[in-house]
C-alpha cells in the first residue's frame, strides 16, 4: 500500500510565478490536509478536503492560494504570483475518515522562491 | 485555543547516551490527542506514535519509550541508547477530538545531534 505521495520534492519558482503542488493520497483515503512548514518552525495546518469539496480553509491565506481535490487524480494546492515568503516545505496528509486517527504524511514539497 | 511547546531547540549527544526530549501542551479540551513525529534531515515525516488523553501509561517501543503526565500536560520521549540514525527534528504534535480534530498543532521542534 503505497504511501502519501507528493511531487515534485522540489520546485523553485522566480516571484510572480505559479507554483503547483501535487498530493495523492494514500489508496483508500478520502480525506486531505495541507499544512506548510517555515523555516525553523513547526507544520501549522492550511486546508482540508474531501473528494471536491473544501471543508476548511481557516489555515490558507487569504490570496494567491487555492486548492482543491477533484473527483479524480491528485490533491493540488496552488500558489499564484510567488514571493519569498513562500519559501517552505508543503506536506500533505491523508485519512480514511475525518480525524486525526490515522493521519499520515507525505514526504513534501520544498519550494523555494527565487 | 492549543499550545505546544517544545522549549528545547537543539540537543546533541554522543552516541549510546540516553536523550529525552520535552513536551509540554496547552488545551481546554477533555478529549485530545499527542503525537510524536520524526522529521530526518530527507525531509519527511516519520509518524511515532500517538496517545489519547485518557490512556496514561508510558509506552515503550525498542528503544524509544513515552512518559504522558496529564497532572503537568507533559508528553515526553526518551530515546535510549541513541544511535546517529536517530539524527532529526522531532515534534510534538496535538490534535483534538470533534470538530477541528483534523488540526494538528505542531511544536517548534527539537533538533537531536547525536555524535559518533
Known amino acids: 500500500n503505497a504511501g502519501v505521495m507528493q511531487n515534485p520534492r522540489h520546485l523553485v519558482r522566480r516571484r510572480g510565478q505559479e507554483a503547483r503542488l501535487r498530493c495523492s493520497p494514500m489508496k483508500g483515503h478520502s480525506h486531505v490536509y495541507w499544512y506548510r512548514q517555515l523555516p525553523e518552525e513547526g507544520l501549522k495546518f492550511m486546508v482540508y478536503l474531501q473528494k471536491e469539496n473544501i471543508i476548511d480553509e481557516s489555515g490558507m491565506p487569504k490570496e494567491r492560494f487555492s486548492a482543491e481535490f477533484p473527483k479524480e487524480g491528485p490533491s493540488i494546492l496552488r500558489i499564484q504570483q510567488v514571493v519569498r515568503g513562500d519559501s517552505a516545505a508543503y506536506f500533505c496528509a491523508s485519512s480514511p475518515n475525518r480525524g486525526n486517527e490515522k493521519l499520515f504524511f507525505g514526504s513534501g514539497t520544498q519550494l523555494s522562491v527565487l | 485555543a492549543q499550545k505546544v511547546t517544545q522549549a528545547q531547540t537543539e540537543i546533541s549527544v554522543v552516541e549510546k547516551e540516553d536523550v529525552t526530549l520535552d513536551c509540554v501542551y496547552e488545551t481546554r479540551d477533555t478529549t485530545y490527542y499527542l503525537f510524536w513525529y520524526k522529521q530526518p534531515p530527507s525531509g519527511e515525516l516519520v509518524f511515532l506514535i500517538r496517545?489519547?488523553?485518557?490512556?496514561?501509561q508510558n509506552e515503550i517501543s525498542g528503544r524509544y519509550s513515552w512518559n504522558f503526565q496529564k497532572s503537568t500536560s507533559s508528553f515526553n520521549f526518551t530515546i535510549t541508547a541513541s544511535q546517529v540514525v536517530d539524527s532529526a527534528v522531532y515534534f510534538c504534535a496535538l490534535g483534538v477530538s470533534g470538530a477541528g480534530s483534523y488540526q494538528l498543532t505542531f511544536g517548534k521542534g527539537t533538533k537531536l545531534s547525536v555524535i559518533p
Open positions: 496517545r489519547n488523553s485518557f490512556d496514561e
